[in-house]
């Protein structure tokens, strides 16, 4: 490709992706729009484009400021690089120019500013997140860094990995029936779950269902899956009390801390003694830059909508296979935390299920 036709195409270009940048800048300031991710992208290809275009035209741009170097000191160019520079302006381009200019600043100028203070009359934080993360909302909160995209699966490489049965013997109730017959149960029997039946749950809960993808059973904002699965496990068959986790790819657990942990698990759960007799209590927490690099404000609805979805299933799950279930969203943070090991802010548990044999 010839320079002069690469440069048109460079030019095109610039027109296109400066026109993107103009619209999408209007857009965002008439619907509120905080960060417009299209926009800055777009700003970034034109200011590229607008070097390639530089760099293509180095030797015009070196000519015209040569010539304007050699006016202002009161000499006359030289001959030879008056014939390679390029030719000037015409007062109808500076004409064209000023106008462009003078237009984008009254369009700005024009546009209504739609980034207010904090409505005072907020009645609490839940009502500002609300608003801050409404796209056009009141509500504007600067912040400085989303961060980037972390790892999408954990794992406890030094911890004991004890593989689970693959979850394909599906006996259980037909969806309608695990709905109609869903209730959240806190009598539990004094009997072991079986290995199988652990293996159900925390597969409905967030098992792999399509390989290729690596989709899993509850749907996430983004297949970026936030929500992390911890078995804290009282009686279950050949498998030792203790906090677990669950190693989504590999479908098996990861042991944390071997022991009986009922009791800290019902202290955490503001002493609700029917978590302490559960057979299992799968803790949910969220691992929140997953979505948050890319959801921004939006991120934490769709993580706790998430851990919704998860709790769910497993609600189901555990009534299809004759088993009660019990959401328990009452805690306390800082010590069910210290169960996980999580430090409350980077990944912090969200929701308890408590499944069981029915009494
Ligand atoms: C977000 C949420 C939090 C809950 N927290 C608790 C809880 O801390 N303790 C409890 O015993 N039940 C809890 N539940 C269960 C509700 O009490 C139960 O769903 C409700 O009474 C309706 O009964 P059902 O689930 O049998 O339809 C919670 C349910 C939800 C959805």
Known sequence: MRRRDLDYLVIIGMVLSGLYVTITGIVSDMFGLHQFIFHSLAGYVCAGLICCHVALNWSRVVAYFDRLLSRLRGREGRPERRQRSAPSAGRREVLIGALSAAGGFLLGWLIPDRHPELPADARDIGELYHEWSRPGGRVTLPVPDWGGRPAPYKTYPDAERIPLPSPTDFTGLSVEEAVEERRSVRDYADRSLSREALSRLVWAAQGITEERLEFRSAPSAGALYPIETYPV?????????????????????????????????????????????????????????????????RAYRYILMEAGHIAQNIYLEAVSMGLGACAVAAFRDEKLNELLGVDGVDEAALYIMSVGERA
């Not at 498998?239 to 790819?249: E, I, K, M, N, S």
């Not at 098996?252 to 800290?264: H, P, T």
């Open 233 to 297: 496990v009282n009686d279950v068959a050949d498998l030792d009390p203790g906090v677990y986790h669950y190693a989504v790819r590999e479908h098996a657990l990861e042991l944390l801390q071997r022991g009986s942990f009922g009791g800290a698990v019902t202290e955490a759960g503001l002493y609700q003694a029917f978590l302490g007799q559960a057979n299992v209590c799968f803790v949910l927490s969220a691992i929140f830059q997953r979505t948050r690099w890319r959801y921004r404000e």
